[in-house]
């Protein structure tokens, strides 16, 4: 698609320059003969010609197809569109104008403030983005010890969030700690550190007064129990409860996710995102945002965009299916043949399980059978009771059934479609573990549904 460009000045020339517009050089329409040499000495193309005039449009169309921008006062705007038309009357034409000014139905408007909004906003943005990083910069730039904090159960936006600051601030293996009070516990995010060759070490209370300088992302300092001092720098999205107490900090809980803001610090100073950092930030968006369907905003989107180009999607679909180890395959086909389904509720009790979530990894691979909208699978480790639910409808939250089920006895609680329950097997009622949960699940559920009843 060729493109003429119509105006009076050299506005459109010193912004578009001789860069192709559609796959090909555009043909600049100028009254002055002198701006038409200069466009061509710049590399364009250029013809003059009174814009008023049919004349000059017959020499710049070529097929009549072309599409035309035409950039011209309001005043001589009505007698240039005409001129144009006389010449191409099936050319698609984008007229630069206020939003309230009149202009004939066939065009398309194209109003400065828009142009502003496309082009400059951005800039700003960037610009903005730039000064934020090099005051983060600059204020890790000495410190020998680096510690980037994140979650007690790390997930994958936490984990990409950290890796991506390591990035940012110029530190890569050996010069930042990512640290957590806890364990990365799913095996989807246990795949995730393994496949992408990410060191997350667990930490200590008092191993976080050891480094000179400490950074917390996905997370606020109110978040934690621990006393930790004072914190360097925050990057967060979720909600502030308390005031974020840091030296530096950047909180948008408008963002889908951590990854997202640590996407656009990478963009604003150009580094170069390789591919395992775009998987890893690919994957905390998508698994923040249930894939862009939960939360995600335009800035969600755009980074999505830009990481997806860069990431290795052989790496993320391993992560993602997390794989079974051969000895837990005997424990499943158990699982499988104590199945009992109620209701659509598909119930199973493990046993002693080898390891915490592998609940969790049944639960999630048992709801994909035909009649399943709920399972609630359970299993025994280190003196603790595990149940999870997960489920595949909209009738109620799982979060909510569940705490409802098993608050009294531990802890309890989750989201809409997935949520567990702790609890230490002394404080279990005596008798049978799996009509135990059953009865509890089913009696929490049904007393939910028809409530007025109950
Ligand atoms: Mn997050």
């Keep these: 698609m060729r493109y003429v460009l119509v105006a009076d000045d050299d506005l459109l020339w010193r912004m578009l320059g001789p860069t192709p517009l559609g796959g090909e050089r555009p043909v600049y329409v100028v009254p002055r003969p002198a701006l038409a040499a200069r466009i061509s000495r710049g590399g ?4 003059a010609g009174d814009p008023s005039a049919e004349r000059v449009y017959r020499r710049a169309f070529v097929s009549g197809q072309e599409a035309a921008v035409v950039a011209v006062p309001r005043a001589r705007r009505g007698r240039v569109l005409a001129a144009l038309r006389r010449a191409a009357p099936g050319a698609p034409v984008v007229v630069v104008a206020d939003e309230d000014d009149p202009t004939p139905g066939d065009v398309t408007l194209l109003s400065p403030a828009a142009l502003a ?5 951005p800039v700003l943005a960037r610009a903005l983005t730039r000064a934020r990083v090099e005051r983060v910069r600059a204020h890790f730039e000495r410190a020998e010890r680096v ?11 936490a984990i990409a969030s950290a890796l991506a600051l390591k990035i940012v601030l110029g530190r890569t293996r050996g010069g930042a700690t990512i640290g957590t009070f806890g364990t990365v516990g799913r095996p989807e995010n246990r795949a995730m550190t393994r496949i992408l060759d990410i060191d997350v070490e667990r930490l200590t209370v008092s191993a976080v007064r050891e480094y000179d300088r400490v950074a917390m992302v996905d997370a606020q300092p109110a978040f934690f129990e621990e006393p930790l001092g004072e914190i360097d720098l925050v990057i967060d999205h979720h909600p502030t409860e308390a005031p974020v107490r840091a030296r530096l900090r950047d909180v948008r809980p408008s963002y889908g996710a951590t990854s997202t803001i640590l996407t656009e610090y990478l963009r604003a100073v150009d580094v170069k995102v390789s591919p395992r950092l775009a998987t890893a930030l690919l994957y905390g968006i998508k698994a923040d945002t249930l894939a862009l ?14 990481l997806h180009g860069l990431a290795n999607h052989g790496a993320l679909r391993r992560i993602e299916r997390p794989e079974l180890p051969p000895a837990v395959l005997d424990l499943l086909a158990e699982a499988i043949t104590r199945r009992r389904l109620v209701d659509g509720v598909m119930f199973t009790h493990v046993g002693p399980m080898p390891y915490r979530e592998l609940a969790a990894q049944f639960a999630d691979l048992l709801l994909q059978v035909e009649g399943a909208e709920w399972t ?5 480790i280190e003196g603790e ?12 939250a799982a979060g909510d059934v569940v705490r409802q089920a098993f608050a009294d006895l531990g802890r309890a609680g989750g989201h809409r479609a997935m949520a567990k329950a702790v609890i230490q097997q002394r404080d279990w009622p005596a ?9 509890r699940f089913l009696r929490a559920l049904r007393g939910g549904r028809g409530r007025a009843g109950a």
């Design 147 to 157: 510690l980037i904090m994140i979650q007690d159960d790390p997930d994958p936006d």
């Design 431 to 439: 008798g049978d573990v799996a009509a135990t949960v059953s009865a």
């Design 385 to 396: 009771l595990h149940i999870s639910v997960r489920n595949s409808g909209h009738e109620r």
């Design 117 to 121: 909004e496309l082009v400059v906003e």
């Design 44 to 47: 364009g193309v250029a013809v």
């Design 376 to 380: 609630v699978v359970s299993g025994e």
């Design 293 to 306: 369907e939960r939360g995600a905003t335009r800035a969600d989107m755009d980074a999505f965009a830009f």
